[in-house]
């Protein structure tokens, strides 16, 4: 069976709001929970970005959900300060959290003023941080130069168990990477065949943990309502590696979807008005194996979707809890 989680999306709703919709998620019948970092939103539209961190210390104490976070250490973010987050929130929530690690977005890292480097020193960047991660979490001191710098670093709060680190990939190449050393595999929406590609490329690597899925959808009561909701508010996310990865401004990804036509949407956001569609389409991703799925409603009134979603979808799924 599969867990399904309740995704929040602060680029788009304001943390109050944001914290009131996932206690209704837990009460509508959702198990789980994760969240985006963002520093901006993708587009003018959505026009939010809540600090995650301080969001997630509420929203564990709110719930007794299971919580993630999708998160780029190395630029905006020193590592060092990442692992005591995590540690922080691990100790005071046991068994409850779990961070996804990922190389980032111009968006959000370009506000340091350092220039945005290519995705391979990246990569090797988000490699060298994820040790510093580890090593602290573990209660070592650390210090290294490179492209993460250290000096005499030790986390004075320590969790009883190390949190999960998983690792976020959109490409088998990168999942094939990231089973080196993640202790879990988290992606988008796809074609299925690039589903199954991507977690047999984690798995085949050596790859452990559980396999997620953040799942971008559109739910109201008619498609033409669904479809318009999906059309304001994620046409800025219809484009691949390497455009969403280096553009740096909501203005930028505005412009750049201006003429992005509503049809084009079906192609990253599932968008019915009928829940048993909704179910249909989130059974399958289930039989591809993912032990854990993230729904994501675009929309920036979250409500009427997770009540319906609670009522109509969830009992048609096989629910289990972390």
Not at 32 to 59: I, T
Not at 140 to 163: H, K, N
Request: include cysteine; hydrophobic fraction near 40%; charge should be negative.
């Amino acid at each position: 069976m599969t867990v399904y989680g309740f995704h929040a999306s602060h680029e788009q709703v304001p943390p109050a709001d944001l914290l009131q919709a996932v206690v209704r998620a837990e009460q509508a019948g959702f198990t789980a929970a994760m969240c985006s970092d963002h520093f901006s939103p993708w587009s003018l539209r959505q026009n939010e970005s809540g600090f995650a961190w301080s969001w997630l210390g509420a929203a564990l104490q709110a719930t007794d959900l299971t919580f993630g976070v999708v998160n780029a250490p190395g630029q905006r973010y020193h590592p060092a300060i990442i692992a005591q987050a995590i540690g922080t929130l691990a100790s005071m929530y046991p068994d409850r959290f779990w961070a996804a690690l990922g190389t980032g977005e111009a968006s959000n890292e370009h506000i340091t003023g350092e220039r945005w480097p290519r995705k391979e020193e990246r990569t090797e960047r988000l490699e060298q941080a994820v040790d510093v991660i580890r090593r602290l979490l573990r209660g070592d001191e650390v210090s290294r130069d490179g492209l993460v710098t250290v000096d005499r670093a030790r986390l004075w709060t320590l969790p009883t168990e190390v949190p999960a680190l998983l690792g976020a990939a959109v490409s088998e190449r990168t999942a094939k990477w990231c089973a080196g050393w993640a202790d879990g595999l988290i992606t988008v929406n796809a074609e299925h065949d690039t589903l199954r590609r991507l977690i047999a490329a984690y798995k085949d690597a050596g790859g452990r943990g559980k396999v997620c899925l953040q799942v971008h959808l559109s739910y109201a009561a008619t498609d033409e309502e669904a479809l318009a909701i999906a059309h304001d508010q994620w046409r800025s996310n219809v484009f691949p590696p390497p455009f969403c990865w280096d553009t740096d401004t909501a203005e930028s990804f505005d412009l750049a979807a201006e003429h992005v036509p509503p049809e084009a949407m079906h192609k990253t956001v599932h968008v019915s008005s009928d829940p048993g569609r909704h179910a249909e389409w989130l059974n399958q991703y289930a039989e591809l194996g993912f032990d854990a799925i993230y729904l994501h409603h675009v929309g920036q009134e979250q409500s009427e979707f997770v009540d319906t979603f609670g009522a109509k979808v969830l009992p048609q799924l096989e629910v289990t809890r972390p």
